[in-house]
C-alpha cells in the first residue's frame, strides 16, 4: 500500500542531512557567536536559528497548511501546541552545548505527528554522518541498515544514559544525582551521557545502551528519536513508570519493559513545567 507521508519523510530526511552537513558541520569551523536563553547555561547560536528557519520554510513551500513545533520558534514566543493537524516537530541542533564545545555529538532531530502520534522521526548526528530514520510501523534504521534494540534482560549486565540537563536550582541538581547514585549502585555496568537527548534515544534504539533516562527536556528533543525505540523493539515510558507523554518533559526510553521499570524504581521523579502548560501554547 502506498504510504501517505512518504513524501514528506523524504523531504525531512534531505533537509535534516542538508541542514547537518552545509550548515552544522560547516559553523564548527567557524567561530560560533554564543548566546543564552532561559539561564546562562541554555545556550542557543545563530547555527541553530539558522537551520530551524531553513527547515521550516523548506517545509512551508511543499506543504503550506502543516503546523510546526521548533526549539527556536518557541523559544522566540511561537506556542508550541500539539494538535490532531500534521505537525513538524524541530530541534536545529540537539546538542548545542556539544555544538558550542565541538565535542562530536551533535543531531538535527525532525519528527512529525498526526492525530498527536508520530508518523515518522528522522535524527541526523551530522559529525559521525548517520542517519537515523523510523517510520510507523515500519522499523528504524540508521544509513539504511535496520535497527534492534539490545536483547539484554538484566538490568545488572546493562549500561544507561542519562543528562544533566541545564536547570541548575539545587534541589533540581540534588535530584538528578539522587537517581544518578541510585542506578548506579543497582549496580549496573555504567552510565553514559551523550549530550543530545536525540542521540541517547538512538543509541538505544541501536541496542548500545539498554535505557534512557532524564526530566526536563522538551518534545522536540523527545518527538523523533522516541519513533526510532519504538520501531527498533523499544518500549517508551514515564519516569514512575506510567505511560509516556510527550508533553511531560519526562521520559525512560529501554530495550523493554522491565529494564524500564526498575530504572522507573530509582528515580527521584519531578514534574517540570509542560510544553503545552498554558504559557507556551498562546
Ligand atoms: O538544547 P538542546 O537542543 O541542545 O537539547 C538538550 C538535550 O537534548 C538534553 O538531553 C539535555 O539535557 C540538554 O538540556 C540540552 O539542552
Ligand atoms: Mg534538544
Ligand atoms: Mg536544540
Redesign the pocket.
Known amino acids: 500500500m502506498a504510504d501517505l507521508w512518504q513524501d514528506a519523510m523524504d523531504h525531512a530526511v534531505t533537509a535534516a542531512r542538508g541542514a547537518g552537513r552545509q550548515v552544522v558541520r560547516e559553523a564548527l569551523r567557524e567561530d560560533r557567536k554564543v548566546m543564552t536563553k532561559s539561564s546562562s547555561v541554555d545556550l542557543?547560536t545563530q547555527t541553530?536559528q539558522k537551520v530551524e528557519q531553513l527547515i521550516i520554510q523548506s517545509v512551508k513551500e511543499k506543504y503550506p497548511t502543516h503546523r510546526f513545533i521548533g526549539?527556536?520558534s518557541v523559544a522566540a514566543g511561537e506556542p508550541c501546541v500539539l494538535s490532531d493537524e500534521p505537525t513538524w516537530i524541530i530541534?536545529?541542533?540537539?546538542?548545542?552545548t556539544n555544538f558550542v564545545h565541538g565535542f562530536p555529538f551533535v543531531a538535527v532531530?525532525v519528527g512529525f505527528s498526526v492525530n498527536r502520534q508520530i508518523e515518522f522521526g528522522v535524527v541526523y548526528s551530522c559529525l559521525e554522518d548517520k542517519m537515523f530514520t523510523a517510520r510507523r510501523g515500519r522499523g528504524s534504521f540508521c544509513n539504511g541498515q535496520p535497527l534492534q534494540v539490545s536483547a539484554q534482560t538484566d538490568v545488572g549486565q546493562s549500561v544507561i544514559a542519562t543528562e544533566f540537563g541545564s536547570n541548575r536550582d539545587p534541589e533540581v541538581v540534588d535530584g538528578i544525582f539522587s537517581s544518578l547514585r541510585n542506578v548506579l549502585a543497582i549496580p549496573v555496568h555504567g552510565v553514559r551521557s551523550a549530550g543530545t537527548a536525540a542521540i541517547n534515544m538512538c543509541l538505544v534504539a541501536s541496542g548500545c545502551v539498554e535505557a534512557y533516562y532524564e526530566m526536563g527536556m522538551h518534545v522536540?528533543?523527545l518527538a523523533a528519536a522516541s519513533l526510532l525505540v519504538t520501531e527498533a523493539g523499544g518500549v517508551l515510558m514515564d519516569v514512575e513508570g506510567g505511560p509516556f507523554d510527550l508533553m511531560s518533559r519526562r521520559v525512560i526510553a529501554a530495550n523493554n519493559r522491565s529494564i524500564g521499570q526498575r530504572i522507573a524504581r530509582e528515580i527521584r521523579a519531578y514534574a517540570p513545567v509542560r510544553d503545552d502548560a498554558p504559557a507556551h501554547t498562546q
Open positions: 542557543v541553530d526549539e527556536e530541534d536545529p541542533i540537539d546538542g548545542t532531530s522536540w528533543d
